[in-house]
């Protein structure tokens, strides 16, 4: 879905209004339409009584502002808010303009930056499209420049929200919530690539419930799906951030560990295996179901130099355990 293209919008020299010195962070001061409601904004500029009659103006069309006087705090506070525009000011003293936006769109790639210039600095708004910047606006900002500006970084949040969302339902799994097979192939085969180059190495995890069709035919196909929501949600919360879980098809899941070698990922596999082992599922139906999960464990290079042969160790390995005594781990044999 396509977002909103980066623009110039100019901006007429008219004389500078005063404004009365406020708090740094302001709240909505006008009234907010009901059919949206606006989100926050980030001023950063140097000179206070431009930086507080900005954060004025955007404050009284309806939004939260934060406003920062330095790159150190405008970065600190990029860092833990989400921002529906950015306006950064571009002066001849700030030469670390630039380093600025450049710093910012690492730390929020898909941040809106709307740079703020002085007429005859063109050259300047140029350099900052070519980095990235959103929209350049030629000070001082006129009121309805101002609101074009808002609309259109609203605008582009709002598509790019739906992007994310569309991008999230083609590759999760549309019952439990885990990443889809799809996914699982070409998150597998990039992973692959990554640490063949930089000679590192992974392993992944596969992982079948044991006597699941139990459940299923005592308390029916409805209360199967929750526990495989369940063991998704509670695996999920046992992993790192970097960790990945997948739904394989079935009663089966995959779970990708980077960096993480055949011992490291044996440990984890009996972790996840106590975890399943221990919860009661159901519980919310007034349930105590105990189940258990076989876990097979390969490792890259050594058990495949591919995704395919990955897949297909783990799997193996599982499936002795499936035959040995369930509810345990094996790793893929020589």
Do not use: W
């Not at 990029?78 to 710093?103: D, K, V």
């Not at 930056?113 to 606006?137: P, W, Y």
């Not at 949040?157 to 699982?184: G, H, K, V």
């Not at 160790?313 to 599982?318: I, K, L, Q, T």
């Amino acid at each position: 879905m396509p977002v909103a293209p980066r623009s110039v919008i100019p901006s007429p020299r008219r004389p500078r209004a005063g404004a009365t010195p406020r708090t740094v962070t302001l709240r909505a001061q006008a009234a907010v339409p009901a059919s949206r409601v606006p989100g926050r904004v980030l001023v950063v500029e140097e000179g206070r009584q431009h930086r507080q009659q900005l954060a004025e103006g955007v404050a009284r069309r309806g939004y939260a502002v934060d406003s920062a006087a330095s790159p150190e705090s405008a970065l600190k506070k990029l860092e833990a808010n989400s921002y529906e525009a950015i306006f950064l000011e571009f002066t001849p003293r700030r030469t670390r303009g630039l380093e600025l936006l450049s710093q910012m769109l690492r730390v929020r790639a898909d941040a809106s930056i709307v740079v703020m210039a002085d007429q005859g600095h063109g050259r300047s708004s140029i350099h900052a499209a070519e980095k990235g910047a959103f929209h350049l606006l030629t000070k001082p900002v006129k009121p309805e420049v101002l609101d074009l500006a808002l609309r259109s970084c609203a605008e582009r949040s709002r598509l790019l929200q739906q992007n994310a969302e569309l991008r999230e339902r083609t590759i999760q799994d549309d019952l439990t919530s885990a990443f889809n097979r799809r996914y699982l192939d070409a998150y597998l085969d990039e992973e692959v690539d990554r640490s063949r180059r930089y000679g590192r190495t992974f392993s992944i995890l596969f992982l079948d419930l044991d006597h699941l069709k139990m459940v299923n035919d005592r308390y029916g196909h409805l209360a199967g799906s929750r526990v495989l929501r369940e063991v998704a949600l509670l695996i999920q919360a046992k992993l790192r951030k970097s960790d990945r879980i997948f739904r394989y098809g079935g009663d089966e899941f995959v779970v990708s560990l980077p960096e993480t070698g055949a011992t490291g990922a044996v440990r984890v596999a009996n972790r996840l295996r106590r975890a399943v082992r221990s919860h009661r599922f159901l519980a919310g139906d007034g349930l105590l179901v105990n189940l258990t999960a076989s876990f097979g464990v390969a490792t890259f290079p050594q058990d495949g130099a591919s995704r395919e042969e990955l897949i297909r160790g783990a799997d193996e390995a599982m499936y002795r355990v499936k035959v040995r005594s369930r509810d345990g781990v094996a790793a893929r044999e020589a």
